[in-house]
T-cell receptor, first 120, second 116 residues
Framework: EPEVTQTPSHQVTQMGQEVILRCVPI?????FYWYRQILGQKVEFLVS????????KSEIFDDQFSVERPDGSNFTLKIRSTKLEDSAMYFC??????????????????FGEGSRLTVL | AQKITQTQPGMFVQEKEAVTLDCTYD???????LFWYKQPSSGEMIFLIY??????QNATEGRYSLNFQKARKSANLVISASQLGDSAMYFC?????????????FGGGTRVLVKP
């Protein structure tokens, strides 16, 4: 069964360092997302991406964050200068367009297993 | 105002019994979708069940059913015959607007612990 894959599974970094989290969405999906979950808390939307541009972003997604789809398969989240409060689990997700043969028409998001970021 | 509210932070349930997890939502859209995801201790997000705003019947998926009360704006998840493996965090989520490409907004979650 196709799945969303994320790397690394866990990254430890020093405050102020740049971090890139990588995701490979499901191959025929067109919509991509990043979510964040601070330990024990709710899953928060960061950004959605479609057709090589950001379609929506939350107030959390400030200038220190950026996303990119550098090639046909990867989708990355860059945090430019990490802060202690960036420590969280970061989830990548993708969803299929309507009418995709055999695919759901629910708008269901398929999540990766997450990348845990620890900022020291 | 919260878009998705889950009022039960945690629940205990006896193995083999049923449990209902509450979820209320707030939207002015006519077209929306409601989802439940399970997050076990390993951390991944597992899709359980979906209900569309125009669906007249309550959704069911195996032991999971969604009690959709549109007028009350509630979408409670019922897990029947609980198993030890059902112990996890459960999140209710909503998609506003048509299906293609819209984000999901999540509630705060309910932690379920199944007792043997």
């Amino acid at each position: 069964e196709p799945e969303v894959t994320q790397t690394p599974s866990h990254q430890v970094t020093q405050m102020g360092q740049e971090v890139i989290l990588r995701c490979v969405p499901i191959s025929n999906h067109l919509y991509f997302y990043w979510y964040r979950q601070i330990l024990g808390q709710k899953v928060e939307f960061l950004v959605s991406f479609y057709n090589n541009e950001i379609s929506e972003k939350s107030e959390i997604f400030d200038d220190q964050f950026s996303v990119e789809r550098p090639d046909g398969s990867n989708f990355t989240l860059k945090i430019r200068s990490t802060k202690l409060e960036d420590s969280a689990m970061y989830f990548c997700a993708s969803s299929a367009p309507l009418g995709l043969a055999g695919g759901p028409v629910t708008g269901e998001l398929f999540f990766g297993e997450g990348s845990r970021l620890t900022v020291l | 105002a919260q878009k998705i509210t889950q009022t039960q932070p945690g629940m205990f349930v006896q193995e083999k019994e049923a449990v209902t997890l509450d979820c209320t939502y707030d939207t002015s859209d006519q077209s929306y979708g409601l989802f439940w995801y399970k997050q076990p201790s390993s951390g991944e997000m597992i899709f359980l069940i979906y209900q569309g705003s125009y669906d007249e019947q309550n959704a069911t998926e195996g032991r999971y059913s969604l009690n959709f009360q549109k007028a009350r704006k509630s979408a409670n998840l019922v897990i029947s015959a609980s198993q030890l493996g059902d112990s996890a965090m459960y999140f209710c989520a909503m998609r506003e607007g048509p299906a293609a490409g819209n984000k999901l907004t999540f509630g705060g979650g309910t932690r379920v612990l199944v007792k043997p």
